[in-house]
Each structure stands twice: as structure tokens, then as C-alpha cells.
């Protein structure tokens, strides 16, 4: 019986992904690794967050998005696991939307944080 728990996201773009676990300041491996759970037992990830106990988180592409791959009676995060999605999933937006932007020529011309945790972009395109 596996221990390892799937959690769904809304994280379909691993560039992305990386960038938000970045921003986090949280140590990531990048390929396809094996994520170390109970009693020797592994699952495949595209991204692979090492702690310190021996068991592993991932990402892993599940054909329509990354999910988070984790046995999670061995969690061992600053933040709890909603916390943990949440605010990956927050970095990830905001990544999304400066990449998608970027795209159609758009920049950021000001940015603010707000005090519950909210980003505020204004963004701008120069036409000719």
C-alpha cells in the first residue's frame, strides 16, 4: 500500500514552477527523480524538493498539470501543506502572468505587495 498522497494544483507550467520554488527559497532539483517515501518506497517526479528527514516532495506531470507528490505524515516544511500550495501556487501565478505578458509585449511598470499577502502589477505596452 503506498503512502504517498497526490495533491491536484493548477501549476501546468514547469518554468514557472521552478521560478515560484525559487522565490520560496526552497532547494529544487530539476528531471525526472525518484521521490524517497515510507519504507523505501519511491514515485516519479519532474521536480524534486529534498528534506532533511530522508523523504522527499515532488511535482510530477500527471498529463494535465503537476501535482504535488509527498507522503505526508513525513512533511517536514516551514509552512503547513496548504500553506505550502498556496504560496507556491501565488509565485506561480505571478510568473505566469509576467511570462504570458511579456509575450504580448506588455512590462511591468509597477509593482506592490499588499499586506494580506496580495501582489498589485500594473503593467504597460509601448504601441507604435
Known sequence: MSHFSQIKTQIRNLTSLQAALTDL???????????????????????TIEQQNGYDIGFSWNGAEYELVADLQFWQQAWSVDRFINMVSQRYAYHTVINESAKSGFQVAEQQKNQDGTIRLVLQRWSA
Request: charged share 35%.
Open 25 to 47: 527559497g526552497i532547494d529544487w532539483k530539476a528531471g525526472s527523480k525518484d521521490v524517497r517515501g515510507y519504507r523505501g518506497l519511491t514515485a516519479k517526479a519532474d521536480v
